[in-house]
């Protein structure tokens, strides 16, 4: 018989996110919790401001465990307000993109996600900071913060399919000139996309950064320079396999202090949404974040 870890949880569900499909899997989920003698509480809060107020107050109350039930963003909330150095992260999967969940190669049905957080244990992860916030997934600007751009204005299934989008926002992307200072190098060119990554995966499946480790204390910083509408068209097949650093504008590095410099304010996509501007610092804490999994 499985020994399960005993955990007093806080879940956080996201009413919204899968189109309210918290509905369905909260049930199971607190089946499960009961089944293996867990205490817990369900919030099911309908703001994210209310969601950030939650989880601030979740380690005071005696909580060692915050389960988020949402998408990216839900998770990227939460993580603002737990404290990510005496509780655990649990994540149950509901948004489009689901890129941190994607990273832990467990399938992404109800079932297996209950499984994972119920069976799983703390594996220590890196955690990212934009300025003084936390993140998970990525920071970048370009394409996939154009993207998110061109998302909020759309309407209908489009809006809900980020492959759709990114080609559409190809048909419009302007590149841009920025300063990159990574770990003291500094890098200063025209670019199409720059992108620092905590995770290997973007946009629900694209794997924009191949050797990415959440684990390894470093960030990883990808970056295409100038190219042609055409040739990243040619290229989005290349960026689902993570073959796209094979193009010969584009280059990765690995560094603990990323900072972005430019004589524009450039908007910034962070863990999905537009979060920030350049001029920004980004770095790493490394080993941080007890993240619940089955594995890692």
Known sequence: MINLPKRNALVIANPTS???????VLPDLESEMKKAGWRYSIE???????????????????????????????????????????QALGIIPL??????????????????AIKNVIEGENWKIDVGLF?????????GTG??????????????????????????????????????IADGKVIEDIF??????????????????PHAKQDDGFLDLIIIRKTSKFRMVQNVPAIFRGDHLKMPEASEMKAEEIIFEGDEKRDLAVDGDIRAQIPIQIRVIPRTLSLIASKL
Request: aromatic share 10%; net charge positive; proline share 2%.
């Open 131 to 139: 300025g003084e916030k936390r993140f998970l997934n990525t920071v």
């Open 143 to 180: 394409i996939d913060s154009e993207t998110i751009k061109v998302r909020y204005e759309t309407k209908g299934f489009i809006k809900r399919n980020y492959v759709l989008l990114f080609l559409k926002t190809l048909s419009q992307l302007k590149p841009f000139r920025m300063r990159i």
């Open 192 to 209: 199409s996309w720059v992108i620092v990554a905590n995770n290997n995966y973007i946009g629900g499946g694209m794997m924009i950064a």
């Open 44 to 86: 099911i809060p309908e703001s994210e401001e209310a969601s950030l107020k939650i989880a601030k107050t979740s380690s005071q109350k005696g909580f060692d465990s915050v389960i988020a039930v949402g998408g990216d963003g839900t998770v990227h909330t939460i993580l603002q307000g737990i404290d990510i150095h005496n």
């Open 95 to 112: 948004g489009s993109g689901n890129d941190l969940f994607r990273m832990l190669k467990i399938k992404g049905d109800f079932e297996s």
């Open 18 to 24: 899968g189109r309210g499909a918290c509905y369905k």
